[in-house]
């Protein structure tokens, strides 16, 4: 998380879990982290899952069907999404897409975060 000169790293696991669902988990966390509300936040994900849900108003869609897919089908980790949406109410969130394993010195820090949290839990 950056404001200004200030950064704040956060990171986690959990075991027999998804990459969607840590994908969503990240912002989740990153959102229950502010202690602001009001402001415009930008969140920058490689997830084409959260990005597209976004972008192409996937999540409008899955309410207005009853948090139902295309198919009829329910919406995969439909818990974090509401739990995301009330987060994002908050403020002013707008979700960038940044290409991931492509040099991009925060998207890679991430990364590093990511295994890290999951190799400390395997030593637990």
């Not at 959990?14 to 509300?37: F, G, P, S, Y």
């Amino acid at each position: 998380m950056l404001y200004k000169d200030h950064k704040k790293e956060l990171s986690g696991q959990e075991d027999a879990t998804t990459n969607q669902r840590m994908e969503l988990k990240a912002v989740i966390e990153a959102l229950k982290a502010l202690k602001v509300e009001g402001w415009d936040i930008e969140i920058y994900s490689d997830s084409a899952y959260i990005v597209n849900a976004f972008e192409q108003n996937w999540i409008g869609k899955w309410m207005r069907n009853g948090w139902k897919t295309s198919k009829k089908e329910p919406v995969a980790n439909q818990d974090l999404w509401e739990e995301l949406i009330a987060l994002c109410r908050k403020n002013h969130v707008v979700i960038k897409k940044v290409k991931g394993h492509s040099g991009d010195e925060y998207n890679e820090r991430c990364d590093q975060l990511a295994r890290k949290a999951i190799q400390d839990n395997s030593k637990e």
